[in-house]
């Protein structure tokens, strides 16, 4: 009798064991996946993605919109330079002009196509994108008028248009950019407004000092 009580808990022993074996290889295996590669690919890209598209707001998409043509006339003008300018040092500063700007320009279009906004076309409309979003989107904007005036310069009268209209064009892109570093939740375009206000007053400060007005 005392021997088949003792097989009993002994089976019973057994089995207890096991189960307990395979609960805990459960709950192993089950963690495992849960904090490892199975648990991180389900939630990490779906965090990460909401949390890109949440990350700007209003102002940063007006200053895309409205730096993307801003940037283009400033790159428009610079292209001038190379044929018309007299001074190597307004051409030097055209070519910085346009290798610091370019780049930025595909930065903001890549932005608003992610956003799911528009991206503003290229071409002549870029002369009255002021309609659309308003002299306060585009402070420093040459008229078309303007432009072709300076198309139609050269030599040292080049220089002078060229560096008078271009200080006035970095003025209105400093101020577009003091708005997004004030209201913007977009922090790689509250960066990239960091950068336009240090490189383009560093110009400013240039451009003055060339025209003599130190």
Request: aromatic share 2%; net charge neutral; with cysteine.
């Amino acid at each position: 009798m005392n021997s088949k009580r003792s097989l009993i808990r002994r089976v019973v022993a057994v089995a207890a064991a096991g189960a307990a074996a395979v609960v805990l290889a459960a709950c192993g295996g089950g963690g495992d996946s849960a904090t490892g590669h199975d648990g991180r690919a389900s939630k990490s890209p779906s965090a990460s993605a909401s949390a890109t598209q949440g990350q700007h707001n209003a102002t940063d998409v007006a200053f895309a919109q409205g730096m993307i043509p801003h940037h283009r006339q400033a790159v428009e003008m610079a292209d001038l330079a190379s044929s018309r300018a007299q001074s190597a040092e307004v051409k030097k500063l055209a070519e910085a002009i346009k290798k610091a700007q370019d780049p930025e320009i595909k930065t903001m279009s890549g932005w608003l196509t992610s956003w799911g906004e528009e991206v503003p076309a290229e071409g002549a409309m870029d002369h009255s994108m002021h309609s659309m979003h308003g002299m306060k989107g585009m402070k420093g904007m040459m008229s078309a008028e303007e432009m072709e005036r300076l198309e139609k310069s050269s030599g040292k009268a080049f220089d002078t248009a060229f560096m008078k209209l271009m200080i006035k064009h970095h003025e209105g892109a400093v101020a577009m950019a003091e708005d997004e570093q004030k209201n913007g939740a977009y922090q790689p375009a509250k960066d990239m407004a960091d950068a336009i206000i240090t490189s383009q007053t560093a110009e400013i400060r240039q451009m003055n000092k060339l025209l003599g007005k130190n």
